[in-house]
């Protein structure tokens, strides 16, 4: 048994810790996320000659085919610099989703478009029930057409690629959309996460490509909701790793009273807790990834374990770190607020605590 | 990263398995039976760890050459899990087994070593460790209990307190002051005490859940033999250090099996308790509740791998034993209430009330629980520990 990065594992995450920072530093950041949809074509150059658009694909579409704890290691990089636009969505989202999927022309063109960083891709689930279970999905396929509105769809507009999350009657269906199709509209549904930016979407008779349906499509989705999860907490965890090493710098460094403000035990004992936030949700994180990379029996709990707990840690390792700033920390020329502002649309995403702490209630008490 | 076992590792779980269900007693409760004394108690669960250790059981983290088995930390886990999984009752000495034997296995003669081992692992002589004070709680390194060089031997005087087992003891890891001019951490030095030495007095202390599980332990002219001091004179505050350090990384590692099957029975209960006309295990409100409950306990377990996955690299357990101590110790706090919450009215009712859940062990627990940011270095300092020592903060004192 050994809970820790294996050699290699530790390589990729040196490699990201020397690539991330220096191609996006937050002056870049700053800089994409102001574009549509956080989106720059020399930086998602970068992403796919570097093989990062590939990581999770498998080698027949020209991906890496790596695990989910290798996955995790690099979303954890990721989260650190706040890595904006559509990449998340891309390929730990949607590419999890077409892994998940039969292997077919339409899957496949996809999955080789993105490995090669021709083409970026989005899931659209959410309707205006806004839940994140399948039971919200009503918006229905009949003769091959969509008509209706998907809420909260990530990215959409820097996506070629839609991955739409319908009805065909009573089953559920995952479909392929073009979003050059015609009959899909998309307009920006502004958010608190600035790097990463939310549409709505509306489709009108459009021609689509059913990929999976009933059981296969629920069970596909599933799947891929949970290793996106995962990979969202192990991104979390990036975050409160950088905001607790951030807060720590300028707790040793601002004086008040004649002294450091780190000296003062109120400080610390924030700074403390970041830690402990922090390592926490590291372990979950990092178990979830294993666990739903081998299928142990208790790899869904796992999942809304470790994002149940990031999502309130993210969230309160943000307060910290903001507090332990003072005014400076209120600015908006302070990198903090991006992070706060991820945190709280990494809490919202894919289900909160309280989501998935039913989740987890259905699991351990109902079982 | 893999989380599976070694064949190893797994050869060693089948082995103990297949010993504890030839030997594990099968009239243990879980907790003291009722009409038994404390002494007692402890009678009976000394005889346990006398068992165990006839067995080869009785501290294998131990090297070998010191009757242990060498075994690794991956291996005291599954050691841990396993006694929980039999329901064992726990070892009579384990403050000698998992503080005080390492510490003299670390800075002991070899005369020492000779003398002490056996007698730690059979059982047959308990330990306690003495190293709170009136005035020395946090601020251990300022105690005041001295010992006076007097020929061969050491003269003492002074006052312990808290001292958990001191009524079962035979032996005391004691910290006493043996240089009053040197700078508080320099003049510090540990003894190995006979509790039965002349001049040694233990008062029963009562805690708030109503048990003397700790003493008041006086010194009075006590004299110890020179042979007696572990690690040199003077450096006690470096052999008291090691201690805590072991404290701290090892005290909550079987915790997360304890309270998971604590849990299980809450939820069990929670499917019997009436909420609003309905199973408390269908109200949403608790079972948001028990989730956490639920993820924070499987938090603590993953974060102990991590931390035993780490010292079994860097060989010794560091001041990231901290973030530990507050997490078992602070989620305890919220899982207890959470459990007063869920059980409603009956969780208040204590042991001998005919109407109390599980003998009234509800209200023990969230009494106990109180004492688990205190003891063992209250939580403040463990912050403090963090903020310094892992984080680099300066020292606020
Ligand atoms: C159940 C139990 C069993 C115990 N068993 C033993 C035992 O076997 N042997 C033994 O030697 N001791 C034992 N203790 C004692 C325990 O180690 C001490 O109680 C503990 O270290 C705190 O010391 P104190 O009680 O003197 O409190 P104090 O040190 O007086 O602390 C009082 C308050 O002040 C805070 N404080 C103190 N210093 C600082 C600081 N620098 N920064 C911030 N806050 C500070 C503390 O956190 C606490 O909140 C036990 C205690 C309990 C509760």
Not at chain 1, 72 to 86: C, F, N, S, W, Y
Not at chain 1, 146 to 171: M, Q, Y
Request: with cysteine; aromatic share 8%; hydrophobic share 45%.
């Amino acid at each position: 048994m050994q809970f820790g990065l294996t050699e290699t594992q530790q390589l990729l995450k040196n490699s990201a810790r020397d690539f991330f920072p220096a191609e996006c530093p937050m002056a870049e950041v700053r800089r994409i996320m102001e574009i549509d949809g956080a989106y720059d074509v020399m930086l998602w150059r970068l992403l796919a000659e570097h093989g990062w658009t590939g990581m999770i694909f498998d080698e027949e579409h020209g991906g890496m085919g790596l695990g989910l704890v290798e996955m995790a290691v690099a979303a954890e990089e990721m989260g650190r610099i706040l890595l904006p636009g559509p990449y998340f969505s891309t390929v730990f989202l949607a590419g999890a989703l077409l892994n998940a999927l039969p292997k077919n022309t339409g899957r496949n063109a996809c999955a080789t478009a993105i490995c090669e960083g021709r083409e970026r891709a989005t899931v659209a689930l959410l309707e205006e029930s806004a839940r994140w279970d399948t039971g919200g999905v009503r918006m229905q396929v009949v003769d091959g057409r969509l008509t209706g509105r998907k809420l909260f769809v990530p990215d959409a507009s820097a996506a070629e690629c839609l991955l739409a999350i319908v009805r065909a009657g009573d089953e559920l269906a995952i479909t392929q959309v073009h979003n050059a199709a015609s009959g899909v509209s998309i307009r920006a549904m502004p958010s608190i996460d600035r790097t990463r930016h939310l549409y709505a979407v509306d489709f009108d008779q459009v021609e689509v490509e059913i990929l999976a349906t009933g059981d296969e499509a629920q069970r596909a989705l599933d799947r891929a909701m949970d290793i996106a999860t995962v990979a969202l907490a192990a991104e979390m965890v990036g975050g409160m790793e950088r905001i607790t090493e951030i807060a720590v710098d300028y707790a040793k460094t601002r004086k008040q009273f004649g002294k450091p403000i780190g000296q003062f035990q109120a400080i610390q004992h924030q700074c403390a807790d970041m830690l402990l936030l922090t390592e926490s949700s590291r372990s979950a994180a990092y178990y979830a990834a294993w666990a739903l990379q081998e299928n142990a029996p208790d790899a869904r709990t796992a999942v809304s374990v470790a994002k149940s707990y990031a999502s309130e840690a993210y969230r309160e390792a943000g307060n910290r770190a903001i507090q332990v700033h003072g005014g400076m920390g209120f600015t908006w020329e302070n990198d903090l607020h991006l992070y706060y502002r991820r945190a709280k649309a990494s809490e919202i995403a894919f289900g909160d605590a309280a989501f998935h702490r039913e989740r987890i209630a259905r699991m351990v008490i109902d079982a | 990263m893999d989380l599976n076992y070694t064949a190893a590792e797994q050869k060693f779980r089948d082995e103990l398995r297949a010993w504890l269900a030839d030997h594990a007693p099968q009239d243990w409760t879980g907790r003291k039976a009722p009409g038994r004394s404390m002494e007692e108690h402890f009678a009976y669960l000394r005889a346990w760890q006398k068992r165990v250790y006839e067995g080869g059981w009785a501290g294998i983290s131990w090297p070998r050459q010191c009757g242990g088995r060498g075994a690794t930390v991956i291996e005291q886990v599954i050691f841990t899990e396993e006694m929980a999984r039999a329901s064992a009752p726990p070892l009579a000495n384990v403050l000698g087994l998992a503080l005080i034997g390492p510490t003299i296995i670390a800075h002991g003669t070899a005369a020492q070593k000779e003398r002490f081992l056996t007698k730690i692992l059979s059982a047959e002589e308990i330990w306690c460790q003495g190293f709170s004070e009136p005035n020395a709680g946090s601020d251990l390194a300022s105690l005041l209990t001295e010992a006076r060089p007097d020929g061969s031997d050491f003269i003492v005087n002074g006052q312990k307190v808290w001292t958990s087992y001191g009524w079962a003891a035979d032996w005391c890891e004691l910290v006493v002051r043996t240089d009053p001019a040197a700078p508080k951490h320099k003049g510090l030095t540990v003894l190995l005490i006979d509790m039965r030495s002349p001049g040694v007095e233990v008062r029963p202390l009562r805690q708030m859940t109503g048990e003397s599980e700790f003493n008041e332990v006086f010194f009075r002219d006590v004299r110890v033999p020179a042979a007696n001091v572990l690690g040199a004179v003077n450096n006690g505050w470096n052999v008291a250090l090691g201690t805590l350090m072991h404290e701290r990384a090892t005290l909550g590692a079987g915790l997360h099996i304890v309270y998971s099957r604590q849990f299980q029975r809450l939820v069990k209960l929670a499917h019997s308790i009436d909420r609003n006309g309905a199973p408390a295990a269908r109200d949403p409100v608790v079972r948001q509740k028990l989730a956490q409950i639920y993820a924070e306990i499987e938090i603590m377990r993953l974060n102990q791998m991590r931390s035993i996955s780490r010292i079994s690299q860097s060989g010794a357990p560091g001041p990231e034993g901290s973030i530990q101590k507050i997490f078992w110790s602070e989620l305890n706090q919220r899982f207890q209430q959470v459990a007063q919450e869920v059980l409603g009215p009956f969780a208040q009712l204590e042991k001998g009330s005919e109407f109390a859940f599980d003998d009234g062990q509800w209200a023990y627990s969230y009494l106990r629980a109180r004492g688990n940011t205190i003891e063992a270095g209250t939580s403040e300092i463990q912050r403090n520990i963090i903020g310094h020592f892992v984080l680099g903060l300066p020292r606020s004192y």
